[in-house]
């Protein structure tokens, strides 16, 4: 199957800075990638739906001026939270479509702001 | 929007028991199901696709009946290493994945 990479694995920050997660497709080209975020004992919420070389369509209640996504190409995503805050920390995964409706996804960044 | 509902457990069974899991969805123009498990911290990996047509993988056979909006998995003859959370998925062609809470299962010696 399609092999994803996120970056960083684990990031801890101070509340009010930014954080950036990239994504990469390693051996796929997606047009579409998706970000969920996963806090404890929680499902997977999709955030967002990442479209390469146009604006993300964002899911209801999550805000785009917060969570700033950006697909230069066809195999980089990135998820920027800005001003983070301690409601923030989160379980983030990235994944791509794959054939059949599959998904791959990528080992997910856990953030914590403290 | 909660479309994919599962009982959460925890199941505890012992091993090579036989453990079954259920799950809902309302969306009745839902159109691929699937079965994810998912380990502590870590990313969701693909268990089996599920067909109306039911279909088994070793130890693992999955159900959906459209008709109920219901898709099930077995799991028999547990092994310890079945330890994780499941989750019951469902999609419709090109979207997003919707995924339930999962239903957390633990196999003891």
């Known amino acids: 199957g399609a092999v994803v990479s996120q970056h960083p694995s684990r990031v801890i920050c101070k509340s009010g800075t930014s954080v950036k997660i990239e994504c990469r497709s390693l051996?796929?080209?997606?047009?579409?990638m998706f970000w969920y975020r996963q806090f404890p004992k929680q499902s997977l919420m999709l955030m967002a739906t990442?479209?390469?070389?146009?604006?993300?369509?964002?899911e209801q209640g999550v805000e785009k001026d917060k969570f700033l996504i950006n697909h230069a190409s066809l195999t980089l995503s990135t998820l920027t939270v800005t001003s983070a805050h301690p409601e923030d920390s989160s379980f983030y995964i990235c994944s791509h479509s794959g054939s059949a409706d599959t998904q791959y996804f990528g080992p997910g960044t856990r953030l914590t702001v403290l | 929007r909660k479309e994919v509902e599962q009982d959460p457990g925890p199941f505890n069974v012992p091993e090579g028991a036989t453990v079954a899991f259920n799950c809902t969805y309302s969306n009745s123009a839902s159109q691929s199901f699937f079965w994810y498990r998912q380990d502590c911290r870590k990313e969701p990996k693909l268990l089996m696709s599920v067909y109306s047509s039911g279909n088994e993988d070793g130890r693992f056979t999955a159900q959906l009946n459209r008709a109920s909006q219901y898709i099930s998995l077995l799991i028999r003859d547990s092994k310890l290493s079945d330890s994780a959370t499941y989750l019951c998925v469902v999609t419709y062609s090109g979207y997003a994945l919707n995924f339930g809470k999962g239903t957390s299962l633990l196999v003891t010696p």
């Open positions: 051996d796929f080209q997606a047009t579409t």
């Open positions: 990442s479209n390469e070389g146009s604006k993300a369509t964002y």
